[in-house]
Structure formats: structure tokens, C-alpha cells
């Protein structure tokens, strides 16, 4: 059965986009007009695919640093063999999006290189795949989101810059799950829209006919009973004060 | 509050399914009751996190664990019941990791202290249970052809699990328990659809992502998902895509409008939960199981089909 299904291909074959990746960059290329090697002529236009370089002076504190935290505890046990980029979900969709090598960055501290990938690093789903086929047990979809903290700790302009959206959308989640308790989806979805600037949309068709929908039929009103849980006062209170003695990048006020 | 019986389990509604999703909530309600399990639902529960707290250290496992406190403490269950594979896999994870470190119980911990909600400590033992995995262990299949009053003779199903009730098997144990489901081609909701009489279809997207969590920041990766896997259920056959999650619920069905206006009508197909279509099997009449609550117009393909 599933042989006959093979006619519609996937967004990309297998190992395709490791062919197709960007290996070619403009300060890595070089002119060589009179380049004469045993005899032959090879002058022209040439790729450097490695430059010499020197790799020994880690930043150590940087490895730490993620080390600490919860969600990036297995960094040491990444051996690089690339499984989480070959089952990504995202990666076919945006092929400078490559677990593996933001893995590598990380253990580097090579934030120079981690950088260039702030406008595709956040795209994780979380869909985990990753983790279910890492043999090492690096859970690297948890990486993702150790990759974030650093992101967020290094490159404050780049997140304002690049990521608002991203970072608005998870201001709203962090207030309404900690401060009111529970998650009202609706307010969640219209506060979001408003947010990143598409209100307009909200007026749309497709919209208007969900919530009229919604409306007829009720739903809208039962967010109006979600409620608060009680007490929920105290744990957010003690949250917040665990989130701000933390002494990981995890904290809060970094 | 009463402490619960044999026939009755502590249940974790969660957010989505209280508002938006209630066609979830209540059929799982019903299909629990007929096969003899009441759903009872724990009070004064909190936000699991939906994945969104994962960065902020052991406050992301606190939430869902003062869920499992509230079970232990106001009804006497150490096990907690819930339909959202999202929450469950929230669950899971913190439950997991507070049992293998140390260091995250005492963090954990000492959030419950400051808060001073709970006499006790947090102490592991108790487990997430997601409610297919949970009727399925609990009841069995046998359960549910026994209670199919309506078999429903000619329906074309595509199962779809998604991502979180499965994976990562770190955190659910599938493949390492034998009770649990298979965590790359899981069959739990293939066996409950045959058992209700419905054809479950091949499409291979199965256990795909839909980008539910990033529907809101990013909707273009999410629209791209789910157009692949409904376009895929639909050349495979399928009448309806039957889901066990709220989160893909959000992308594949609230959303189609706006992905079939981006991709055209391939990407167009009635989405409904398990637990509607068992209750319809059960015999509960279809305003009872909620289909009407679906974007995706599911009430037509059910009617052409003569339920």
C-alpha cells in the first residue's frame, strides 16, 4: 500500500536538502587570477567549503550556562550524528532551520555563527520527533527552547527586532497561565491578532463566521464560566518569586 | 469532597475543552459513562502550560503537578484522566522528570512550599493517563463493540494522533511499557474505529505535526502542516479525519476556512473527535455527541452516510 502512495512526492527528499543547503557564502568565495598548481592552470572563481580556522578557545561558561537549565541539561550528550535534522518537521518547510547545528553552536559558544539563525530559530512545533529518535536521549526539541533563552539573553536587539511577534504572542501566554490560572483561548486569539497588527482580520469573513458561529451556539459565553481556580494567588505569587531567585539564564528578569 | 469509587476516575478537563472544545469534553463524558467510568472533574484546576512554560525551569513542572496534588489531595486519586494530548504530554513530562532528578523535585517542591497550598510534598507515584490509552487499558475493545448499538457501516475514518500522544516515549513510555501504545504507528484509535464498525484509512500522516503550537505566532507553517495532512486523508479516501486532541482540533478545523481559501478545496474535509464518533455509535444522537460544534461541517458527510 504504501509503495503506491510514493507518486506524490514529499516536500523534500530525503537528504535533499543537505545538497541543497547553503553551502555557498559570498565572503567564502575567491578570485585566484594567475593560480598555477603542478603545472595546471586553475585560476577563477573558487569556494573555500572550510576555512582554516582555530576552534580550541571554547567559551566554557557559555556550555554551562545551558547546562544549567532545565530544559537544555543533555547538551553534553549530543554526538552530533544529525538524526534531529533528518526527522525535523520543520526543516523541509525552512531549510536553514538545523537542530543539529544549533546543537554544535551551543557546545561551541559560538554565538558569531548561532546569529545568522536568529530569524528561523524560534519555528520549532514542538512536535518532539526529534526526541523520540535521538539515540543519545538529548531531547533536542527541549533544546530549541534552551536555544531561545540564549537567543533572548544575547541578542536582546535582534529579539526586538526580529522576533516581536514571537515574543508578544509568549507575553500573552506567560500572563493569562500565570497570572489568571487558566487559558481563555478566545481572548488568547483576538489579543494576538491585535498584537501583530492584523485587528483588520478579525473583521473578515472567515472570522466573522466563526464567531458568529461560535456565538450562536454558545461557546463564546462559556469562556465567561471558565473561572479562576482558587487560591491561585498564592502558587502565582510564589512562581514569580521562584522565576526571579533563579539562578540559571531561566530567570525571568535577564 | 467525596473521595471517588471504583467506577469513577479523576479527570483533568483542562482549558480548551471547558470553552471552545466542549464537543470533546462532553463526549468524552459520555462514551466514559457507557462504557462504566465516570469522568469526575477535579476542582479548582489550573493551566497545564500548554507548552509554553517549558523554558521557565521547574514553574513549568509546578503547574501540572499542583493538578496531580489537587487529585490526590480533594479526591483521593493518585492517577489523573485527561482527554488534551497537549496537557497530557505536559503532565508527563513533569511527572517523568521530578521522578529522575532530584534536584527538580526539591525546585518543585519548594514552589509548593512557598505557596503553602498542600500540607504534604509533592511525591512521585501517580501517572497522567490519556483517555484513549485509559479506556483502552481500562475497558478494552471488547468494552466498546459490546456498547456499539449503531455500528457505523461505511464511514471512512482517518485516524490522526498527532504528535504528543505518542511521543516523546521519554516521557510516555509507549514502546517501554507493553500496556502502552506503539510511539511510531500508534493503533489504539485504528482499533476503537474498527470496533465501532467504521474503515479506518491509510494516509501516512498519521502521527504527523499539525503546528498547533504554532498557530498563533506562525500560521504559515501551521496552514503548510495541516494542508498536507487533510489533502493526503482525503486522496486516501477518508470521509472524516477522527482526532484525540483540541490543539490539532484548533489548526486542522478551525482554521480549514482560511487553509482552503490558501490551498483550495483538496485541503477540505470534515474533522470530528474519537469520542464523537463512539458516541454516535453508542447510540447518542448527534446533538448530544456535538457535531454541530465543528467548523468543518462534519453533519453533512454524516447525513449523506445515513447516521
Avoid at chain 1, 561551541?108 to 545568522?116: A, P, Q, T, V, Y
Avoid at chain 2, 464523537?276 to 456535538?290: D, P
Wanted: aromatic content about 8%; some cysteine; charged content about 30%.
Amino acid at each position: 500500500m504504501a509503495l503506491e502512495k510514493q507518486e506524490h512526492r514529499p516536500v523534500a527528499e530525503k537528504g535533499e536538502h543537505i545538497i541543497a543547503r547553503h553551502l555557498i557564502e559570498d565572503d567564502s568565495i575567491k578570485e585566484e587570477k594567475n593560480l598555477v598548481i603542478d603545472g595546471v592552470d586553475v585560476s577563477g572563481r573558487w569556494n573555500t567549503f572550510i576555512l582554516s580556522r582555530v576552534d580550541a578557545e571554547y567559551d566554557r561558561s557559555f556550555f554551562r550556562e545551558i547546562k544549567d537549565t532545565v530544559v537544555g541539561s543533555r547538551i553534553n550528550r549530543c554526538w552530533q550524528c544529525g538524526m534531529c535534522t533528518a526527522s525535523c518537521t520543520v526543516t523541509p518547510l525552512y531549510r536553514r532551520f538545523n537542530p543539529r547545528a544549533f546543537i554544535y553552536m551551543m557546545q561551541l559558544g559560538n554565538l558569531k555563527e548561532l546569529k545568522k539563525y536568529i530569524d528561523v530559530a524560534w519555528r520549532c512545533v514542538g512536535c518532539y520527533k526529534c526526541s523520540q529518535r535521538c539515540p543519545k536521549q538529548v531531547n533536542p526539541a527541549e533544546m530549541m527552547e534552551a536555544l531561545g533563552l540564549v537567543i533572548k539573553k544575547y541578542f536582546p536587539e535582534e529579539v526586538e527586532s526580529k522576533l516581536k511577534v514571537d515574543e508578544d504572542v509568549k507575553k500573552i501566554y506567560d500572563d493569562m497561565i500565570l497570572g489568571d490560572g487558566r487559558l481563555d483561548l478566545a481572548k488568547l486569539h483576538t489579543s494576538a491578532m491585535r498584537k501583530t497588527g492584523r485587528t483588520k482580520e478579525l473583521l473578515g469573513k472567515i472570522e466573522r463566521d466563526t464567531i458568529f458561529k461560535m456565538a450562536k451556539d454558545g461557546r463564546a459565553f462559556s469562556i465567561l464560566r471558565l473561572g479562576k481556580p482558587r487560591n491561585w494567588g498564592k502558587s502565582k505569587e510564589a512562581i514569580e518569586n521562584y522565576l526571579k531567585n533563579i539562578k540559571s539564564i531561566e530567570n525571568s528578569e535577564n | 469532597m467525596n473521595k471517588l469509587n471504583e467506577n469513577q476516575a479523576a479527570y483533568y478537563p483542562g482549558c480548551a475543552l471547558l470553552t471552545i472544545d466542549r464537543a470533546y469534553n462532553s463526549s468524552s463524558k459520555l462514551v466514559s459513562k457507557k462504557m462504566g467510568i465516570e469522568l469526575v472533574e477535579i476542582p479548582d484546576y489550573n493551566c497545564c502550560g500548554i507548552g509554553e512554560m517549558k523554558s521557565k525551569g521547574a514553574a513549568a513542572m509546578y503547574l501540572p503537578l499542583r493538578n496531580m496534588m489537587l487529585a490526590q489531595n480533594r479526591l483521593g486519586s493518585k492517577d489523573l484522566v485527561m482527554a488534551c494530548s497537549v496537557c497530557y504530554h505536559e503532565f508527563e513530562r513533569s511527572i517523568t522528570r521530578v521522578r529522575e532528578n532530584r534536584n527538580e523535585l526539591e525546585a518543585v517542591n519548594a514552589i509548593f512550599k512557598e505557596a503553602g497550598e498542600f500540607e504534604e510534598e509533592y511525591a512521585p507515584g501517580g501517572e497522567a493517563r490519556h483517555i484513549l490509552e485509559f479506556l483502552y487499558n481500562e475497558k478494552g475493545v471488547d468494552e466498546v463493540k459490546r456498547n456499539t448499538v449503531k455500528p457505523l457501516k461505511g464511514l471512512k475514518a482517518a485516524p490522526y494522533y498527532g504528535c504528543l500522544y505518542s511521543r516523546p516515549s521519554m516521557y510516555t513510555f509507549t514502546d517501554k511499557k507493553p500496556h502502552m501504545d506503539n510511539s511510531e504507528r500508534p493503533r489504539f484509535m485504528h482499533d476503537f474505529l474498527e470496533a465501532i464498525g467504521a474503515e479506518t484509512v491509510f494516509y501516512g500522516n498519521e502521527v504527523q505535526c499539525c503546528g498547533g503550537r504554532n498557530v498563533v505566532q506562525d500560521e504559515e507553517t501551521s496552514f503548510t502542516l495541516c494542508s498536507q495532512t487533510i489533502s493526503k486523508a482525503k486522496k486516501a479516501g477518508a470521509d472524516v479525519i477522527a482526532l484525540i486532541c483540541p490543539k490539532c482540533a484548533g489548526a486542522l478545523d478551525v482554521n480549514q476556512p482560511k487553509i482552503v481559501e490558501k490551498f483550495g478545496k483538496d485541503s477540505e474535509l470534515p474533522i470530528v473527535y474519537l469520542t464523537q464518533l463512539m458516541a454516535l455509535a453508542f447510540g447518542f444522537s448527534k446533538k448530544e455527541a456535538e457535531f454541530g460544534d465543528m467548523i468543518s461541517e462534519p453533519l453533512k458527510v454524516l447525513k449523506d452516510r445515513g447516521f
